[in-house]
């Protein structure tokens, strides 16, 4: 924990759900001792935050340590299926996953906007909070900033993780080999579904549910049944798409995949439909990219399908000798063409 951290007491009340933040929140006096120590270290209940020192002391580990970090600044703050704080925390977690690791600790800064409402951060921490537990990962440092209207959206969140790599560890997409099996783990394009939905206010019915979520019990089975996985990715900006393009680049081979294979719920298929996306374009928040050895696809199917999360996993394709193209997607019709690596994406501001 830095000093941004530190929380002694002092008279300033910042209770209250109707307050709004101000510029004294971030400069290190009463005002931001207090809403530490009022607001964050509360509900962020985590022992490592104990003993308030400038950098947290963790244990000892057996073998190596996988490290990522990234930055949250969705809009909306908040969507069906999550928040930036539910976000931030499933995100960095399962960049550590498709690594190969058990994600355990996890460091938090927050940029916060000047006016931003108090009642908007309680509710994003014990999103924070309840996903960490959920998770079973240690919030052990964090930061707070407050920047002055205009000079950001209301929140944005900046994350590290910390995880201990398991063996087996998946070689990567340098080691795929013709034959090798894609999976995917459930529904694709839910998140950047719902982001735009939401954003805006397309009044769909249902509405789209992005499907923000830990991706651990999924690594943990395909583990469980000793299945010979090549490379794991979290599909999140550019979808599927950008994951096999990525992969592409790190393998002399071809990546094929069958459009009628891939799973897309009926709202996604109707919204990308109207508005002209590509489900495999659109990002992703708890959808597992796989490659398994040649044979090994039924048997990851079967372990991944005993998770919850993973019921509608599904083989979409298959590693092939270079051809013309590095990614080729059969489509409905039966034609076989060049899946097109995303430019950008369609909506920014989805993570």
């Known amino acids: 924990m830095n000093e941004h951290f530190i929380s002694p007491a002092c008279p300033v009340d910042l209770s209250l759900d109707h307050e709004r933040l101000t510029l004294a929140h971030g400069e290190g006096g009463r005002a931001m001792r207090r809403l530490i120590q009022q607001q964050i270290l509360p509900r962020l209940r985590s ?75 309680q509710r994003v921490l014990d999103s924070i909070a309840a996903a960490a537990q959920m998770s079973c990962v240690e919030i052990v440092a964090g930061d707070t900033k407050v920047v002055p209207r205009g000079a950001a959206d209301r929140l944005f969140i900046a994350t590290s993780g910390v995880g201990e790599l398991i063996d087996p560890i998946p070689p990567g997409p340098h080691g795929l080999q013709p034959g090798d099996e894609l999976i995917v783990s459930g529904p694709i394009a839910r998140h950047g579904v719902a982001i735009l939905a939401c954003r805006e206010n397309l009044r769909l019915e249902p509405a789209p549910v992005s499907d923000c979520a830990p991706l651990i019990a999924l690594a943990e089975a395909l583990r469980t049944a000793k ?60 959808t597992l990219m796989i ?55 369609p909506q920014p501001r989805i993570c």
């Open 291 to 345: 490659a398994v050895a040649a044979g090994a696809g039924p048997r990851a199917i079967a372990a991944l399908r005993q998770v919850p999360l993973a019921a509608q996993a599904a083989l979409i394709g298959r590693v092939q000798p270079r051809r013309v193209a590095p990614v080729t997607v059969r489509r409905s019709l039966g034609v076989e063409q060049a899946l097109d690596e995303p430019h950008g994406s």
């Open 47 to 121: 022992p490592a935050l104990d003993g308030m020192a400038d950098a947290a002391h963790l244990p000892a580990c057996r073998g190596p340590l996988a490290f990522t970090t990234d930055a949250f600044v969705v809009s909306p703050l908040f969507f069906p299926g999550g928040d930036i704080g539910r976000l931030a925390v499933f995100g960095s977690v399962n960049d550590l996953v498709a690594s190969g690791a058990r994600p355990r600790w996890l460091s938090l800064a927050f940029i916060l906007e000047e006016g931003l409402e108090l009642s908007t951060l």
């Open 227 to 286: 299945i010979p996985v090549r490379a794991m990715r979290d599909a999140t900006r550019g979808g599927v798409a950008a994951v096999l393009h990525e992969w592409a680049e790190q393998c002399p081979h071809t990546l094929a995949i069958d459009e009628p294979a891939l799973p897309v719920t009926a709202e996604v298929r109707g919204v990308c439909e109207l508005l002209g996306l590509d489900p495999l374009h659109v990002a992703n928040e708890g």
